[in-house]
Nanobody
Framework: VQLQAFGGGLVQAGDSLRLSCAAS????????MGWFRQAPGKEREFVSS????????YYADSVKGRFTISRDGAKNTVDLQMNTLKPEDTAVYYC????????????WGQGTQVTVSS
């Protein structure tokens, strides 16, 4: 299984970015796809997730109303649209996947850096 994250960059506060995760190596039905992030000196934290089958979404309180996760079954991609970015959103963002019945995410992609300047 390969998860490749794209789309990070340097933006100003208030700007938008769209991250994309290309998933390959298996079908992802009955899986949950997620985005996590890790800021310097902090632990990795959950950002958002989506169930592949039904598209049910979950968000961390810190991004609710600003970020939107979506998946494209035809392209096998999971996107994270990030609006109204804040300096505290600065982090390395990782995409991940787990089987629906699993408790922990066990497939991880490489990270993509998002830097938001004030």
């Amino acid at each position: 299984v390969q998860l490749q994250a794209f789309g990070g960059g340097l933006v100003q506060a208030g700007d938008s970015l769209r991250l994309s995760c290309a998933a390959s190596g298996r079908t992802f039905t009955n899986h949950v796809m997620g985005w996590f992030r890790q800021a310097p000196g902090k632990e990795r934290e959950f950002v958002s997730s989506i169930t592949w089958n039904l598209g049910t979404t979950y968000y961390a309180d810190s991004v609710k109303g600003r970020f939107t996760i979506s998946r494209d079954g035809a392209k096998n991609t999971v996107d994270l649209q990030m609006n109204t970015l804040k300096p505290e959103d600065t982090a390395v963002y990782y995409c991940a996947a787990r089987r629906s019945a699993a408790r922990n995410f066990h497939y991880w992609g490489q990270g993509t850096q998002v830097t938001v300047s004030s």
